[in-house]
């Protein structure tokens, strides 16, 4: 019987994990840049704070989430819910006042498979806890511009909006219910239920009718405070001081109910319709839902897959080096075990080093060697053990020259070849 993939997932094959693995280098670079620590917490966590966090109307929660054990556990569909669980859990408010913290993880969502997205998925996230400075806010998106920077990604667009607080939005949701009641009728089922329940939620619809309809909506910006106004205006000069490429879009909130002030995404033109690849805002009263004290917070979520799909519509260069540095061949049975022992001491050094397990011919290992794009090869035969020398050769120009066999000498070489080619630009 032949297996294949369960649908909305995919293989990692080796030189995807090999791209991923620098992606992942360089996000961790930039978020070591401003000061953010790693957490990862467990893959599956009690369905209530999903629930709870996300909120009973979410399109996440009300329909795409995989649950076991009668319901009681559900597989992480986004991680800001399981960051702050342990937040709260481990005390970290007592280490320091303002808690910085990225992830990189796969979690799972039971949608509609399509470009970018996918049933299990890996994303990247920070957040930022215990500040309401809007110096926050602006620190959260500079850091997830920066990142796409890194990838020489241009052509995105940030779109950015406040929300405001709970308190601010009832007068609106009001209003904003009394006239989507007239388009009743034109109403989704999925929107039918948020009209009841939260029809904040509507304006986060993809359904073309009811964009239209929304086209004359009342803007909820226009019921805000007049402080609320104004800490989003000063949001926004802070980044076009930094220039920041931005535009307001008054209509855009975002998927999860916890949501609170800023909302932003960055848009991508190589995504098609579904082109958000980057996603958050403020969650102010999200602590305090989970039974903590009262704690601002921001953040943000990028989907992996989508970064990869920019990334390779851009002819982005991955310039990590994944072939071996050296290819270890012999002749016969008594030079294998002496070149084994070589090899493995290489490995040790820190060089990337590659030996034959099939018994193949000198003549099938060095074509192997050719294959691998190795750096170097050398060949270990009788002569060169009795010798204690060994032809190491550059298999990218096919130069040659006689070296002692000696693990250390060998690893000295070639360690001061890469540094230099690597240096001058020609590795």
């Known amino acids: 019987m032949k297996f294949q993939k369960p649908k909305g997932t995919y293989d990692i094959l080796p030189d995807d994990s090999a791209k991923r693995n620098f992606l992942y280098q360089k996000i961790r670079t930039v978020c070591n840049n401003f000061n953010y620590s790693e957490i990862l917490t467990p ?40 960051v702050i669980r342990a937040y709260l859990e481990n005390n970290l408010y007592n280490i320091s006042p303002v808690t910085k913290l990225f992830y990189i993880a796969n979690m799972f969502r039971r949608e509609r498979p399509q470009a970018g997205r996918f049933r299990e998925f890996w994303q990247f996230g920070i957040e930022l806890i215990g500040s309401n400075d809007v110096h926050s806010d602006a620190e959260v998106i500079c850091l997830g511009v920066q990142l796409l920077n890194e990838f020489g990604l241009l052509n995105v667009t940030t779109k950015i909006n406040s929300i405001g ?38 304006l986060d619809t993809k359904d073309s009718r009811e964009l239209e309809i929304l086209s004359s909506a009342p803007v909820l910006y226009d019921y805000l405070s007049t402080d609320t106004k104004r800490r989003f205006e000063k949001l926004l000069a802070i980044l076009d001081n930094l220039n920041v490429r931005f535009e307001t879009d008054y209509r855009l909130v975002r998927g999860f109910d916890y949501y609170t002030d800023t909302a932003f995404e960055i848009h991508s033109g190589e995504l098609g319709a579904q082109n958000s690849v980057l996603g958050g805002g403020r969650y102010n009263n999200l602590i305090e839902q989970f039974g903590g004290k009262p704690t601002p917070a921001i953040g943000f979520g990028l989907g992996i897959e989508r970064l990869l799909i920019m990334i390779g519509k851009s002819n982005y260069k991955f310039s990590q080096k994944n072939n071996p540095d050296l290819y270890v061949g012999y002749t016969d049975e008594t030079a294998q075990n002496f070149a084994f022992g070589i090899a493995i001491k290489l490995r040790i050094s820190g060089l990337k080093v590659e030996i034959d397990f099939l018994n ?28 204690g020398f060994v032809e190491l050769k550059n298999m990218h120009d096919g130069k040659s020259l006689k070296i002692k066999l000696s693990p250390n000498e060998i690893y000295n070489f070639i360690s001061k070849y890469e540094n230099e080619t690597s240096t001058t630009g020609n590795a």
């Open 165 to 202: 607080s709970p308190a601010e939005r009832s007068k609106y949701l009001e209003i904003l219910k009394e006239y989507l009641i007239s388009y009743k009728s034109d109403l989704s089922e999925i929107s039918l239920i948020r009209l009841e329940k939260n029809p904040l939620r509507i």
């Open 43 to 82: 893959a599956f966590e009690k369905t209530e704070l999903f629930r709870r966090g996300i909120g009973e109307t979410s399109d996440i929660v009300s329909k795409e989430m995989y649950s076991f054990n009668n319901d009681e556990f559900t597989l992480r569909p986004e991680l800001t819910a399981g």
């Open 360 to 387: 193949r011919s000198v003549k099938s290992q060095l074509k192997e060697a050719n294959r691998l794009n190795v750096t170097f090869s050398i060949v270990i035969g009788e002569n060169e053990i009795n010798s």
